[in-house]
């Protein structure tokens, strides 16, 4: 006599995901509500789907009222919950891969996405706005789509690779001593998530700083923040008080002293080479 027999089967997928995608902000047996972005927009979703599929999310919607710490008496959190500094659209791409495992992006709202995606820890996520952005932005446009948010928590969260690309452009639109207060902040977020040190997990974006564009005095203060968590090489240093120095960028990368889009003026970049290679 033949024992049990048991296997798993699986209808159509796409009828599965097509259905699924009908209930994203869908008012109708929606359980919890979001207030989205500046103009407030009401987003609706399920408790349970969330849930299950974002930890970041299921932590949110069980939060104990009150700050009490017993979990066993813990009631789902009514919100609705305020998210005031992402936009609706990019909210709305996130929930749409929650319920469906696909997204639809834009050259608007990918790197957006991909902020949010790093946040709630949806690495599936990250990695189709990763795609998406090599596929169809350059570097420019990377860049370009930055400048507004090299203060923000988003700049924070990209990969060291990514960084490095976008600082190599000429077009950013921000000056070097920005850019190096916010790469500082980048790699010691990027050193506590990823329990490495600073000056290993900045490698990488730190040879595109262009340190010879500062001047004297910020290098001085540059040399004493340094001190503190060793960022950049000494021997980067260096090279930039030697350009001072000499008087032009020799010994250091041509791309190192050339300007970007948003560099502000120093009487010293007149002796910079201006050739680049």
Same mark, same amino acid.
């Given at each position: 006599?033949?024992g049990p027999?048991?296997?798993r ?6 009828a599965f =995901? %097509?259905?699924l ?7 109708q047996?929606?359980?919890? =509500?979001f207030?989205v972005g500046?103009?407030?927009?009401k987003v609706?979703a399920?408790r349970?789907?969330l ?5 970041? *999310?299921?932590?949110?919607l069980a ?6 710490q ?7 959190? #009514?919100?609705p *919950?305020?998210l005031?500094?992402? #936009?609706?659209?990019? *909210?709305?791409?996130?929930?749409e *891969?929650?319920? +469906?495992?696909?997204? +639809?992006?834009?050259n608007?709202?990918?790197l957006? &996405?991909? +902020?949010s ?19 169809t932005l350059?570097?420019?446009q990377?860049c370009?789509a !930055?400048q507004?948010?090299v #203060? =923000?928590q988003?700049?924070? @969260?990209l990969?060291?690779v990514?960084l490095?690309r ?5 077009? !950013?639109?921000?000056d070097e001593?920005?850019?190096? #207060?916010?790469v ?10 990823? @329990?490495?040190?600073?000056?290993e997990? $900045? $490698?990488?974006?730190?040879r @595109?700083?262009?340190?010879?564009l !500062?001047?004297?005095?910020e290098?001085?203060t540059?040399e ?6 060793l960022?950049?090489? &000494?021997?980067s240093?260096a ?6 120095? !000499?008087?032009?960028g %020799?010994g250091?990368p041509?791309?190192l ?5 948003g560099?502000?003026p ?6 910079l080479?201006?050739?680049?290679k």
């Open positions: 006599m033949a027999c048991s296997a089967l699986q209808g159509d997928v796409s =995901t %097509s259905a995608r009908t209930l994203v902000n869908n008012p047996f929606s359980d919890v =509500t207030v500046p103009e407030q927009q609706f399920h349970c789907v849930a299950c599929r974002c930890q970041a *999310f299921r932590g949110m939060q104990v009222p009150g700050g009490s017993d979990s066993s008496s813990s009631v789902p959190a #009514q919100g *919950f305020i005031g500094n992402v #936009q609706p659209e990019v *909210f709305l791409a996130v929930i *891969f929650l319920y +469906t495992n696909s997204v +639809t992006l834009n608007h709202i990918a957006e &996405v991909l +902020t995606s790093v946040e709630y820890g949806l690495q599936d996520l990250c990695k189709l706005c990763v795609k998406f952005i090599k596929d350059s570097v420019e990377v370009e !930055l507004a948010v #203060q =923000t988003g700049f924070r @969260e990969s060291d990514v490095a976008v600082l190599r452009s000429d077009r !950013l639109a921000v001593l920005d850019l190096v #207060q916010a500082r902040e980048w790699a010691h977020v990027s050193s506590a998530v990823l @329990e490495r040190p600073v000056p997990v $900045a $490698a990488l974006p730190v @595109e700083l262009r340190l010879p !500062l001047a004297p005095s290098l001085v540059l004493s923040h340094n001190q503190r968590d960022l950049i090489p &000494v021997e240093i090279a930039a008080w030697r350009a001072h120095a !000499l008087r032009k %020799s250091v041509s791309r002293c050339r300007p970007r889009r560099t502000r120093r009487d010293h970049h007149r002796h080479e201006p050739h680049t």
